[in-house]
């Protein structure tokens, strides 16, 4: 690619680092080399087969800026660390400036942010939804690169940028967010800022974005309430979220005490979510402190196991569905030409159909000389026609003189 900041991305260029330090953490090329077993036959049969139930999970961190998903990233990074096989990690936020954790592949490797706001003289959010697509371009070989590792690890995990709508509203989110899913076991890790959501009009809006992200994607998810007070240190219980997910009443309590214009509509909302809270994953964690990561990982295990029960039937569904739609499209693009075309056209096309038939002829020794067999058959029936003619002639012209002679 020629565009500035844009390296091409291929296994030589994409940068499998894992310089930056996370405590605890072994940077991830030597933990490759340490941890990750060599392929084995099941894993060759997994690839081959596309067994998903063998493929790692792949691990989706979306949520509002500063809800803290850079800060879960590299605390969940560091805790499968410790647990072994090391997680693959992505980072796919382009303006992020320091990273804090390993990451085997960071889209700043790939694309410059910086240099795409020059080149195309956008702002800030322009140059990262633009470097996302540049980068969802060359998707594909992260895929390749994923496809190779896959029996080396049970995490893909990916840090998305810190504005939640770039990746969930941009053509290039769902390419990639669509391109995970259907390769491997995806999981949606919704990280909510349970200190900003205590106010219940803020807790709707969150929980509203976290609906439509559920129903966009189609796939499993698990919420993260971050910056829990689990331990003393933390700023705030997250416990009132899950009660006002549990318990409508006790959020209707919390809403009468606020007098907001938007009480009625938040109070409305709230009945419609009903159905998405009833099924919801959800726990506290904090990603400071590292509370309750085994939880968040053991809601994972079962977000995964949701996938492959439930979403990836779905998923082959869909993709079959579309594929049948598009087969419908050309064929009625097809006929609709066919309908275009005047009768002479039709003609001309027939005629040219027969010449290009003939010419495709000529490599074809067989076909040649059956060909000029045929060639030498009309030649005949031209002379034996001609020779027909004369002797009609010859005919015509011995009877007009009988004829002649009588009378
Ligand atoms: N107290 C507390 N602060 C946190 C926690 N997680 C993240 N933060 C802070 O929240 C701020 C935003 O975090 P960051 O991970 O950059 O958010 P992102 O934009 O979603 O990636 C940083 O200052 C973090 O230190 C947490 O669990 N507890
Ligand atoms: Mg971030």
Known sequence: MAEAGVSKMNASSVPENGSAGVAGAAPSNAADSQQCPSSTDSSDNAKASGDFSKKPTCLIFLGMAGSGKTTLVQKVTSYLYEKKPAPYVINL?????EMPYPANIDIRDTVKYKDVMKQYGLGPNGGIVTSLNLFATQFD?????LDK?????????IDTPGQIEVFTWSASGSIITEALAAGFPTVIVYVMDSVRSVNPVTFMSNMLYACSILYKTRLPFVVALNKARILPTDVVDSSYAEEWMRDFEAFDEALRSESSYATNLTYSMSLVLDEFYSNLRCTGVSAVTGARLDRLLELVGDARREYLTEYRAEYERLRAARDQAERGRQRRDLQRLEADLEPQDREATVESDVTLRSAARVDDDDD???ER???RDD???TESFQSFLQQHKQRQAARRTTDASKS
Request: aromatic share 4%; charged share 35%; hydrophobic share 30%.
């Open 368 to 370: 040649l000389a059956e």
């Open 141 to 145: 070989q992260l895929l390749g690169l």
């Open 373 to 375: 067999e045929t060639e």
């Open 149 to 157: 590792r896959q029996d080396q690890h049970e995490y893909v995990i």
């Open 379 to 381: 030649e005949d029936d």
């Open 93 to 97: 936020d382009p303006a992020c400036a």
